[in-house]
Nanobody, 113 residues
Framework: QVQLVESGGGLLQPGGSLRLSCATSGIIFRIVTMGWYRQAPGKERELVTTINSSGNTNYADFVKGRFTISRDNAKNTVYLEMNSLMPEDTAVYYC???????WGKGTLVTVSS
């Protein structure tokens, strides 16, 4: 049974930092491509970043230089380090196993003064 469980969301002020985690189970984690998506209130879900099995990454333009995706194959976990957060980063952040229908339930990040 495949499970993706996000954690680490919260409320913080503009300019702050946060690290999200996505713990996985039921997959051969080291060979898969993982991604982080987000969905802001009233908006479509959008791709934030991906990381493949070789550690190669891609980022949406709106997070380049601020967010970093990484993975720990020993822990079957993918991370999203978010810096210089802005109110427009407020969203539910989802972990996704690319090429599948598996998604986590999401974790809410709220950036507000």
């Amino acid at each position: 049974q495949v499970q993706l469980v996000e954690s680490g969301g919260g409320l913080l002020q503009p300019g702050g930092s946060l690290r999200l985690s996505c713990a996985t189970s039921g997959i051969i984690f080291r060979i898969v491509t993982m991604g982080w998506y987000r969905q802001a209130p009233g908006k479509e879900r959008e791709l934030v970043t991906t990381i493949n099995s070789s550690g190669n990454t891609n980022y949406a333009d709106f997070v380049k230089g601020r967010f970093t995706i990484s993975r720990d194959n020993a822990k079957n976990t993918v991370y999203l380090e978010m810096n210089s957060l802005m109110p427009e980063d407020t969203a539910v952040y989802y972990c996704h196993l690319l090429g599948s229908s598996y998604w986590g339930k999401g974790t809410l990040v709220t950036v507000s003064s």
